[in-house]
């Protein structure tokens, strides 16, 4: 777990590193408040603060103010160092959205285990954002969470005027799988083909499940013919995987039909429109017979021979 410590005493900052390092934390340090907030700015910023009151250009109170004020996806767990230990400067820090408090000079075994519960409350606090943003059968982001996240990555993409893309896919003939074999093997396949999905994206891309047996991909930095590409690898690798049933007494096979688009800075005006395109594609792809990759402006991509449910074209997808 990483922790930032914001202390103006070069001694106090050896102390406070020196256990903390000891005790297996990784460590940001910054010499006032100012410093601190400047670093809880960039990504990958610390989750957990220890910061004295007193310092130059921004003191602790000052520092835990921004902090609460600031919109930021994780809370932030913010202990006051300080040599105030009356009723009133308790009040204050408190009231500031201080979690807690250690007074100078502190106790080597308090300040362990004050930062324990700083980092259990952290760890329920994912375990709770966990619980709300992932989808329970596959494991992906659910639907809620996918579209905050798309909304961050438009934000972005906007600022730095580059580009991203989408994926949307749909296992093809699926409502078969669960006629067939029932709920379970459903299931069962869904989290294989996810699985599938998962290991042909790269580290940041990410993935979500739009509902039913339909899943977004978005591809951060892509245009158009790479989402193309990594859809066509994506049909390629479904339409070649083998799902075992449990009681190893066959296997299915399945395909999955792929629409994607590139997010346009000058034409797009929010997520949704860009979604609608890659619903428009993948609607596509499903006209021409399943199976295969289409992008947003019709073009056919890739082409599969095999499909595993043949029920007439017009049947429910």
Not at 8 to 28: C, F, H, K, T, V
Request: glycine fraction near 6%; charge should be negative.
């Amino acid at each position: 777990m990483k922790i930032l410590i914001a202390d103006d005493d070069p001694i106090s900052r050896r102390i406070l590193e020196a256990n903390l390092l000891e005790w297996g934390y990784e460590l940001m340090v910054a010499s006032d408040g100012l410093e601190a907030w400047e670093i809880l700015q960039k990504p990958e910023s610390p989750n957990l603060i220890i910061s004295d009151w007193m310092m130059p250009r921004m003191d602790g109170l000052e520092l835990c103010r921004e902090i609460r004020n600031m919109e930021k996806s994780k809370y932030i767990y913010f202990i006051i160092l300080t040599a105030k230990g009356e009723k009133k400067d308790i009040i204050s820090g408190l009231e500031a959205g201080a979690d807690d408090f250690l007074t100078k000079p502190f106790n080597q075994e308090e300040l362990k285990y004050r930062t324990r519960i700083g980092e259990r409350v952290l760890n329920l606090e994912h375990r709770i954002m966990e619980l709300a943003n992932i989808d329970s059968l596959t494991g992906l982001l659910n639907r809620r969470a996918f579209m905050e996240k798309m909304e961050q990555e438009m934000s972005r993409t906007q600022r730095e005027n580059n580009s991203f893309s989408l994926i949307l896919t749909d296992i093809d003939h699926f409502k078969n799988v669960n006629d067939t074999y029932g709920h379970q093997i459903g299931d069962l396949v869904l989290r294989r083909f996810t699985g599938q999905l998962k290991t042909l994206a790269r580290p940041y891309d990410f993935l979500g499940r739009y509902g039913g047996e339909e899943f977004l991909i978005c591809l951060p930095g892509a245009n158009g013919l790479q989402a193309a590409s990594t859809a066509e690898r994506m049909r390629r690798q479904t339409e070649d995987m083998e799902i075992m049933l449990p009681d190893d007494s066959q296997s299915i096979r399945i395909t999955a039909s792929f629409g994607t688009a590139c997010y346009s800075v000058e034409s797009e005006k929010d997520v949704d429109s860009l979604i609608k395109r890659t619903d428009v594609a993948l609607y596509m792809a499903k006209n021409k017979g399943r199976n295969c990759v289409c992008n947003s402006n019709h073009s056919e991509l890739g082409k599969g021979t095999t499909v595993s449910f043949n029920d007439p074209p017009n049947e429910e997808a």
